[in-house]
């Protein structure tokens, strides 16, 4: 329903019961959501159909369930299905976002970009309305030495400070380099240490539980290190992907520990059905 016709629906409404009653069946909806948070989706997925139809696919997405979703950059991900939204504005995406019904506050930047034009790329997100900047990985060798972690961090750390300066929060995904090892440590929990808690904040994937990386244990481990996470159901018996709520994870637990971490908002990740199955699991799990 849009915010019009929700105001219509209220005004009309007012002169007799039922007013009472949507509210309070809105606020449990609300309520029910993890964290109390919108569900939310990452556009990855279904890539394919962005690069036919933008607006058609968010349309699909709001319909599915899913009231804010994570974009990727057109200029990051251009070779993987988002050049397409090079040729609207800034603006003109908020605008698109808005007439579906849908919010927008994150995206997926990859760090070549800003290392090329980080200015320019900050500029975008402002105008799209985004608070959120992540990139998936800082790009290190698979082999990394201390130094190159090291190196990584100092690099990325400035650019969070400019980030900051134009009240975005940046951040950063786990996958290739930071999964791997030096020296017999994990990269990622180097980069937890060596990352400035104010300028980078971390975006987890949950589905690197199938290498050990478990959300509620890092969640716990480094309180108010996160801003969000990427929802993938786990089965621990087929080793697979699945919708959440048909898999083995404990999600109570890893939205309880969420809270912990300091996670803002979240988005499910996986294939178009697997997704739309996690909404009404997702719409009634509390915790």
């Not at 849009?2 to 105001?7: V, W």
């Not at 698979?142 to 961090?153: G, S, Y």
């Not at 159901?233 to 520990?257: H, N, P, Y």
Request: glycine residues 10%; charged residues 25%.
């Amino acid at each position: 329903m849009s915010a019009i016709s929700r105001r219509e629906f209220l005004k009309d409404a007012a002169k007799g019961a039922a007013a009472a009653g949507f509210v309070s069946a809105g606020a449990r909806e609300l309520r029910a959501n993890p964290l109390g948070m919108p569900i939310g989706c990452q556009t990855w997925p279904v890539r394919a159909m962005i690069a036919e139809d933008f607006p058609g696919t968010i349309k699909r997405l709001a319909e599915a369930g899913f009231q804010t979703i994570e974009l990727c950059s057109p200029v990051g991900y251009a070779d993987s299905g988002f050049a397409g939204l090079g040729k609207y504005t800034g603006t003109e995406l908020r605008r698109i976002l808005g007439d579906a019904g849908v919010s927008t506050v994150s995206s997926h930047f990859g760090i070549e970009e800003l290392r090329g034009n980080q200015q320019g790329r900050i500029a975008w997100a402002k105008d799209v309305g985004l608070t959120q900047m992540i990139v998936p990985s800082l790009g290190g060798p698979r082999k990394p030495t201390m130094d190159d972690v090291k190196r990584a961090a100092d690099e990325y750390n400035k650019m969070g400070e400019q980030a900051a300066k134009a009240g975005i929060q940046q951040g950063l995904h786990n996958e290739d380099f930071e999964l791997s090892m030096v020296d017999g440590k994990r990269t990622y929990d180097l980069l937890l240490d060596l990352l400035d808690p104010k300028l980078v904040k971390f975006q987890f994937q949950v589905s690197t539980i199938s290498q050990g990386y478990d959300a509620a244990q890092y969640f716990t481990k480094y309180p108010g290190r996160f801003i969000s996470m990427h929802v993938q159901g786990w089965s621990a018996e087929t080793k697979k992907v699945m919708a959440v709520g048909q898999d083995t994870l404990d999600w109570k637990k890893i939205f309880t520990a969420a809270k912990v971490g300091g996670i803002k908002n979240y988005f499910v990740e996986m294939n178009l059905e697997m997704m739309q199955a996690s909404v009404p699991y997702l719409r009634k799990l509390q915790v």
